[in-house]
């Protein structure tokens, strides 16, 4: 399973989900591979926000090596399912798809938690520490069904 994890800037949501989901399929032994995006182009290049990293590590793994990045059109073809953290990335996304096989791999992350809620995950980017928190939450919830639903 290939999965690709997609908010705006590329470190704060996706790299969280990143890292949240490949370490539970490591623990399950579990041939995933996961990456993250964003849909602009502000970071490219660093490293996750230190906050989220932080609360990576209090939950036992590390996202400090990732890299931002930005969505491309080929990781249509790269991925099975392209997960947005909220509904102006889902639609950033849909728009650059060619045809219906590529929209239809595009879904938001936590549909995954609460289905047909279409529950946007906060940007924690401008509030405080327990929003990095409230965000690994919300996206470890998502990861835990993934990971039950394969």
């Known amino acids: ?10 470190i704060c949501r996706s790299p969280i989900a990143e890292g949240v989901l490949r370490h539970k399929a490591d623990q399950q032994g579990l041939d995933y ?3 993250s995006a964003g849909t602009a182009a502000y970071h490219v290049g660093e490293p996750p926000d230190p906050r989220m990293q932080m609360t990576a590590q209090n939950h036992g793994f590390d996202i400090s090596g990732q890299s931002a990045r930005r969505f491309l059109f080929e990781d249509f073809e790269r991925f099975d399912v392209i997960y947005a953290m909220d509904q102006s990335n889902y639609q950033n996304i849909v728009s650059m798809a060619d045809n ?12 995954e938690y609460r289905p047909g809620s279409d529950m946007s995950v906060p940007d924690p980017w401008y509030g405080e520490a327990d929003g990095f928190e409230e965000v690994f939450q919300l996206v470890e919830a998502a990861c835990d069904n993934i990971i039950a639903n394969r």
């Open 33 to 35: 591979e996961v990456d």
């Open 100 to 111: 219906e096989a590529q929209r239809a791999k595009v879904k938001l992350l936590l549909n």
């Open 1 to 10: 399973m290939k999965v690709l994890m997609v908010c705006l800037g590329n």
